[in-house]
């Protein structure tokens, strides 16, 4: 007992590796005190579920009042056409859970949180100003100009890249069996880095938000990863933050079930994929990032090779339709099918990306 409490005693003394370098083979010691964050990392994600669940159904019931409504594609699989009408803006219920956790958090004393926080709020109304523009029944049904997004994303994606690199000092880059347990400083170049990180991984979810519990369910097992990476880090702060997401996104999942009561839309899918990013970042283990988002970047990837090759071969495709999930649901695959299976994809990728971040 004296053993335990002394040891407890000197990790409390001790301070906490800086989320730039974290993760040295010191930093992956499981004391006492990494497991009291681990019981507060799943006490909260249930908290996380529960809010969610509460505020879900009212949120719900306020989109259908106001006709905020899903537009479906024509040239798209015609089961999707029951979905229109479907309220959208749902990432609303996950978003506001992560904001309402994040106050439980002892955020004087991690000030980092407040860039997660800044980064889903600012991409959070960016993608709600697109989802308004683009209702049915709405003035505009073209949604917002796609180059005017895109340099948002980018001033967004800027700020938080200089946040990272300056004030939180983070700019290294771990490379799995390196051997450089503390990383490598990489420099300036750090910075364009993550701008095309966060902007790339927020298109990439924008891009897999297109069927029943596909985006939300890749992106609740990619937090678990990198919320397993931070807890071996020893970096509370990501731990919960990671976890609250995960419950919030469990939450969605239950008005997201197929037939979906509710959509992400952009107001969601831009936020959780530039949190996923900004997360990875301040782990440091922004490199196996491609691996744990394996879903997204191969759904990101389809889209980009079905418009080079269309334009090379002069209207071929290379896919039946682009993104990835909308090419196996025309070889014959049901919605659930591809939904679930992508899942599998996901889980895998992100026990490979933990296993990466420790190698």
């Not at 800086?18 to 964050?37: C, E, K, N, S």
Request: charged share 10%.
């Amino acid at each position: 007992m004296m053993s335990w409490l002394a040891e407890l005693l000197l990790t409390l003394s001790a301070a906490t590796p800086p989320g730039g370098f974290a993760g040295a083979p010191d930093a992956q010691v499981i004391t006492p005190l990494a497991g009291f964050w681990m019981i507060r990392a799943l006490a909260l994600a249930g908290v996380a579920f529960l809010i969610g669940l509460v505020l879900g159904r009212p949120i719900i019931l306020q989109l259908r009042r106001r006709r905020i409504g899903k537009q479906i594609r024509i040239e798209g699989p015609q089961s999707h056409m029951v979905k229109m009408g479907t309220p959208t803006m749902g990432g609303i219920i996950f978003l506001s859970t992560i904001v309402l956790c994040m106050g439980l958090m002892d955020i004087p004393h991690h000030l980092s949180l407040l860039l997660p926080l800044g980064v889903i709020v600012s991409c959070g109304i960016l993608g709600g100003i697109d989802d308004r523009m683009s209702l049915v029944g709405g003035k505009r049904r073209e949604g917002m100009k796609a180059r005017f997004k895109m340099l948002w994303l980018l001033i967004i994606a800027t700020i938080a890249a200089l946040v990272l690199y300056f004030p939180l000092q983070l700019h290294g880059i771990y490379i799995p069996f390196s051997g450089a347990a503390r990383g490598t400083d990489i420099g300036p170049i750090y910075i364009p880095i993550a701008v095309l990180a966060i902007v790339g991984m927020a298109n990439a979810v924008n891009l897999t938000d297109g069927l029943d519990t596909l985006s939300s369910g890749v992106g609740a097992m990619a937090f678990i990863a990198y919320g397993v990476i931070a807890y071996l880090q020893r970096q509370e702060h990501v731990l919960l933050l990671c976890f609250a997401t995960v419950g919030a996104l469990l939450a969605f999942l239950w008005y997201n079930a197929h037939p979906a009561q509710v959509i992400m839309g952009d107001l969601g899918s831009l936020a959780l994929g530039a949190l996923l990013a900004t997360c990875a970042f301040m782990t440091g283990q922004w490199l196996v990032l491609p691996v744990v988002g394996i879903v997204f970047i191969a759904e990101a990837a389809s889209s980009t090779l079905q418009v080079a090759y269309f334009r090379m071969t002069g209207g071929k495709r290379l896919f039946k339709m682009a993104p990835l999930h909308h090419h196996f649901e025309l070889l014959g695959w049901s919605e659930t099918q591809v939904a679930l299976r992508f899942w599998l994809f996901g889980m895998m990728g992100g026990m490979l990306g933990v296993a990466l971040a420790l190698a």
